[in-house]
C-alpha cells in the first residue's frame, strides 16, 4: 500500500465513499505524495510521452501559430506569453526559439507559467531562466494574453455519473476488505439518457476563467489534447504507469490518471467566460496546416542514416492519423475577432 493509498482509507472510513475527482486530485496534486509534485513523468524511463517530447517540430508550429495570432489581434506591444502545465519546458522553449524571426513578439512577450508541480518548476526554470510561475489561473496579469495548453486538460479531476434505468449514480471510491474499490452512490439527476456521463468542473472553472481574461484583455488560446469534438457518454479515464494502462485504484499517487478531454464541454465554458470560438481542428490538420511537412523536410536535410529515420518517424507520429493526428484536437478560442485566425476557417 502507497502513504497516499494509506491516507485515502483513512479519508474514507471517516467520511464515506469519495467521489472520483476528489480521488484524482488527491492522487495528481496531494502536496507530498501527488504524482505530478513528487517526480518528471515524461519520456522513455518515465510513465508517457507527449507531441513536444517526441519532436521540436511541435513547438516550433506553434510559435508559428503564435505569431501569427499575435498579428491578427492587433500586434500588442506588451503581452504574456502563457502556458498552462509546462511539463519539463519543452514546449515554450521550441516556441522561444521560433518567434526569435519576429523581434517585437520576442521583446513583447512576458513568459508566465501556470504549475503546481515544484519537481517540474525546477526543471522549467533550468530550461527557461527566470520567468513567472503561478499556482492557478486566477493570479495572471492583466494584460493581452497568449494561452497554450497541450495535455493540461487531459489532466484535471473529473466526476463520473451513471444512468441506469433511469436512475443516477455518481462513481465513488469506498473500502471493500480494507481495500479501495470503486462504487455506486445515488446522485441527483444529470443531463443524458442510460450510461456514463464524464464531468470535469474543474476545467470548466478554469476554462470559464480564461475566456473571461481573453474578453477582458485580449488574445487567444489554444488548447490540444486528446478527447472528443462532441460530448458523448462513455468512460475515459485512465491510469498509466511506464507506459502501460494499470488499474486506476492500483498504487495511487504512483502512476498518471487523465481522461479525455471533452471539447464541447470546454468550449462551452470559454464562450461562456466571453472569448469566441474558432472552429476545431484534428492535431493532423492542424499541424498539416502550419506546414509540419514543409518544416521536417528542411530539418531532415541536416540529418542521415538512423537520426534521419528517427526524425521522420516522430514527425509522422504526431500528424498521421492512425497515431496521434486523430486522436488529438485543436481547440482555438479569440478575443472577439473581425478576421478568422489561420488555420481555424469556416469551411
Ligand atoms: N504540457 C506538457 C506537460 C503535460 S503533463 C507537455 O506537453 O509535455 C501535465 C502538466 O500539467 C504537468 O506540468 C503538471 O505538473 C501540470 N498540472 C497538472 N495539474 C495541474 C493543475 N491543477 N494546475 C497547474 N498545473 C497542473
Redesign the pocket.
Known amino acids: 500500500m502507497t502513504k497516499l493509498e494509506e491516507l485515502i482509507a483513512a479519508m474514507i472510513e471517516a467520511e464515506g465513499p469519495m467521489p472520483l475527482d476528489r480521488y484524482m486530485a488527491l492522487c495528481?496534486?496531494h502536496p507530498q505524495l501527488g504524482y505530478?509534485m513528487t517526480r518528471d513523468?515524461?519520456g522513455a524511463a518515465g510513465d508517457f510521452t507527449?507531441?513536444?517530447?517526441i519532436s521540436q517540430v511541435f513547438g516550433e508550429l506553434i510559435g508559428v501559430w503564435l505569431l501569427n495570432s499575435w498579428a491578427a489581434l492587433g500586434s500588442p506591444k506588451k503581452f504574456a506569453l502563457i502556458?498552462?502545465?509546462?511539463?519539463?519546458g519543452?514546449?515554450m522553449g521550441d516556441i522561444l526559439r521560433a518567434v526569435k524571426a519576429v523581434p517585437e513578439f520576442a521583446k513583447g512577450a512576458e513568459v508566465h507559467l501556470?504549475?503546481?508541480?515544484p519537481v517540474?518548476r525546477h526543471l522549467q526554470k533550468a530550461k527557461l531562466g527566470e520567468v513567472r510561475w503561478h499556482?492557478?489561473v486566477e493570479s495572471l496579469p492583466a494584460m493581452p494574453s497568449f494561452i497554450i495548453?497541450?495535455?493540461?486538460f487531459d489532466?484535471?479531476p473529473i466526476q463520473q455519473f451513471e444512468n441506469r434505468a433511469g436512475r443516477w449514480f455518481q462513481r465513488c471510491i469506498g473500502l471493500g476488505n480494507g481495500e479501495l474499490k470503486m462504487g455506486l452512490v445515488p446522485s441527483s439527476p444529470v443531463a443524458g439518457e442510460e450510461g456514463l456521463y464524464e464531468v470535469s468542473p474543474?476545467s470548466k472553472a478554469i476554462a470559464e476563467d480564461l475566456g473571461n481574461h481573453i474578453a477582458k484583455h485580449g488574445g487567444a488560446a489554444l488548447v490540444i489534447d486528446y478527447g472528443h469534438l462532441k460530448s458523448a457518454a462513455g468512460d475515459t479515464l485512465q491510469a498509466l504507469r511506464k507506459h502501460e494502462f494499470t488499474s486506476v485504484l492500483d498504487s495511487p499517487g504512483e502512476a498518471d490518471i487523465t481522461a479525455h478531454v471533452d471539447f464541447e464541454a470546454l468550449a462551452k465554458a470559454f464562450i461562456s467566460g466571453g472569448a469566441e470560438l474558432l472552429p476545431m481542428l484534428t492535431q493532423g490538420q492542424f499541424l498539416k496546416a502550419m506546414g509540419i511537412d514543409m518544416r521536417t523536410e528542411k530539418l531532415a536535410a541536416k540529418l542521415e542514416g538512423q537520426a534521419l529515420e528517427d526524425f521522420k518517424a516522430a514527425s509522422n507520429r504526431l500528424a498521421d492519423a492512425a497515431q496521434m493526428g486523430n486522436l488529438f484536437k485543436v481547440m482555438a478560442v479569440a478575443q472577439k475577432v473581425r478576421q478568422p485566425i489561420y488555420p481555424f476557417e469556416e469551411t
Request: proline share 10%; net charge negative.
Open positions: 495528481l496534486g505530478y513523468p515524461f507527449t507531441s513536444p517530447e502556458e498552462l502545465g509546462p511539463g519539463r519543452t514546449l501556470v504549475e503546481t508541480s517540474l499556482d492557478t495548453a497541450n495535455e493540461f489532466a484535471l474543474v
